[in-house]
């Protein structure tokens, strides 16, 4: 089986013959019916190798072809992107659900992003990191975006990378309303689709248009003065 006939949302491993899969699970959430269902699928198929990613996610992995979509169904999961040029994952620690040092809610408003942006075709992957202190355990600074929470708001990057070419996002707003997030990103996210490369990632683009450019064509500029 070719790449371009392997199993939605499955991952052809180094074999040639067997694939891993990412079920979606929003900001790293899991109830004990998943995880009792995802304990029942890896006995039931014997999947080889079950992995924690570095994106909060679950990846199951040494499955033929023939039994994933019998997999997903046992799981009753959605499959989670990990090659499409779209939202990858939110990735969000536990902000002040259960963390002493938590100002903000991460957890919640990470997946208020993540429902936001699921499905949104984009031109490469994106990552992003919600943080609910300046610890910034969700890493933030090096996903295309980082939100982090402070006493009086969030704060908002854009364009950061770890990959090879790793790179500091670009601060854009500094404590900010959840809403006024929501309607930055999107006007980042809009901006970036309509001038971004084909899988051209976020902090690639911020270089060779310039952050100048960028923060010219996406923030909202004060109201001029009489």
């Not at 067997?18 to 004990?32: F, S």
């Not at 009086?152 to 670009?170: E, L, P």
Request: hydrophobic fraction near 40%; proline fraction near 4%.
């Amino acid at each position: 089986m070719s790449t371009d006939d392997a199993p939605k949302g499955a991952i052809l491993q180094r074999d040639k013959e067997t694939y891993a899969i990412v079920p979606r699970v929003p900001c790293g959430l899991l109830t004990k019916e998943k995880l009792r269902n995802i304990a029942n699928v890896v006995e039931k198929y014997d999947i080889p190798i079950i992995k924690l990613t570095s994106g909060h996610r679950i990846a199951l992995v040494g499955m033929k072809a023939d039994v994933i979509e019998n997999i997903y169904a046992d799981l009753d999961m959605e499959p989670g992107q990990a090659t499409e040029l779209c939202l990858h994952y939110v990735q969000a620690c536990p902000g002040t659900e259960v963390c002493k040092f938590g100002i903000q809610d991460s957890l919640g408003f990470g997946v208020r992003l993540e429902n936001l942006l699921t499905g949104r075709e984009l031109p490469a992957k994106l990552k992003v990191g919600v943080s609910g202190c300046p610890f910034s355990c969700a890493e933030g600074l090096v996903r295309d975006i980082g939100v982090t929470g402070k006493k009086k708001g969030w704060t908002v990057s854009f364009g950061g990378n770890s990959g090879r070419q790793a790179r500091i996002g670009d601060v854009l707003a500094e404590e900010i309303s959840p809403d006024e997030v929501i309607a930055l990103v999107q006007r980042c996210l809009d901006y970036y689709c309509q001038h971004a490369r084909k899988r051209e990632r976020t902090a690639r683009f911020i270089e060779r248009i310039s952050l100048e450019t960028f923060k010219a064509a996406v923030l909202e500029q004060p109201a001029a003065k009489d």
